[in-house]
Nanobody, 115 residues
Framework: QVQLVESGGGLVQPGGSLRLSCTAS????????MGWYRQAPGKQRELVAT???????NYGDSVKGRFTISRDNAKNTVWLQMNGLNFEDTAVYYC?????????WGQGIQVTVSS
């Protein structure tokens, strides 16, 4: 089993920044992919960003140029730097880790953009 602990969410004004982190513990594999997804009220969960085992990122269209995903293998941690936040970024953000045949999700963390 793998546990994912997310942190860094909160309330921010439009145009502001937040940095989310997700740290994995437990039965950690060396080879893994990690990513962030989000779900706004009444909407389906959507891709925010992923980063594969080679460190290659992939971004959802709505966050390209504003968000940056990074990872530290030694710390089993992935970060999501979010700049230029707007009202449409308000959602619960979920960390996801895929290793071998298994996929794990964090509990979710709230990000609210409000003036």
């Amino acid at each position: 089993q793998v546990q994912l602990v997310e942190s860094g969410g909160g309330l921010v004004q439009p145009g502001g920044s937040l940095r989310l982190s997700c740290t994995a513990s437990g039965n950690i594999f060396i080879i893994y992919n990690m990513g962030w997804y989000r779900q706004a009220p009444g909407k389906q969960r959507e891709l925010v960003a992923t980063i594969n085992n080679s460190g290659i990122p992939n971004y959802g269209d709505s966050v390209k140029g504003r968000f940056t995903i990074s990872r530290d293998n030694a710390k089993n941690t992935v970060w999501l730097q979010m700049n230029g936040l707007n009202f449409e970024d308000t959602a619960v953000y979920y960390c996801k880790r895929s290793q071998g045949p298994m996929t794990y999700w964090g509990q979710g963390i709230q990000v609210t953009v409000s003036s």
